[in-house]
């Protein structure tokens, strides 16, 4: 006959060894695992993003190309072909005060508000050609000022006015920050008319 006596503390001992050695391996497991999952997680969202950015700058290019095609559009409308040229000469002959201009802003504001009404705009601008700002269907602080020589309220709308200057071509401005609305970010969409 066999017979083995093993104190109490030695086996406690035994436990524990056991115990360490059968939690040892699985935390290393868990670490190797945690890290595995961490990166797929990562480029997981890292895809999700890229994909949600991708979608984003496709609707901000749609919507930048409509509304340069209804800048276009609107360019060789006959209604601001035929009232332009009135604005035009009575702001500069006889101010933004006088009741000559004031007449031709009163025929074409209903057209310009009707025009940020349907499109959805902010505001509707006309600009002469050395860029006084000679008619705007909302009160703002850009009527009265030359966009071209007070670059620091607009610089993006400056460059955009001196392109269509240039090229005699739709242009779009980039989106900046401007105090008259809000410090909402706003691009201006120039066309000639």
Do not use: C
């Not at 056991?18 to 480029?43: G, N, W």
């Not at 209903?110 to 008619?135: L, Q, W």
């Amino acid at each position: 006959r066999f017979s083995l006596s093993f104190s109490g503390v030695f086996v406690a001992k035994i436990r524990s060894w056991f115990l360490v050695l059968s939690i040892l391996p699985l935390l290393i497991v868990a670490v190797i695992t945690y890290q595995y999952a961490k990166i797929a997680v990562q480029e997981e969202i890292h895809g999700f993003l890229e994909g949600y950015a991708n979608k984003q700058t496709h609707l901000i290019d749609n919507y930048i190309r409509e509304r340069t095609g209804d800048a276009r559009v609107l360019g060789k409308n006959p209604i601001l072909a035929t009232i332009f040229p009135k604005l035009d000469h009575a702001f500069f002959n006889n101010g933004g005060d006088s009741p000559v201009y004031l007449g031709s802003k009163k025929e074409v504001l209903p057209f310009a508000r009707e025009i940020i009404t349907a499109y959805g705009y902010k505001n509707f601008h006309m600009i002469s050609r050395n860029g006084d700002v000679i008619f705007s269907a909302m009160p703002g602080n850009l009527l009265g000022t030359n966009a071209l020589t007070v670059p620091v309220k607009t610089p993006e709308l400056s460059s955009a006015i001196r392109t269509a200057l240039e090229t005699k071509t739709t242009a779009t401005a980039k989106f900046e920050f401007l105090p008259e609305q809000n410090q909402s970010a706003s691009a201006y969409v120039l066309a000639p008319i």
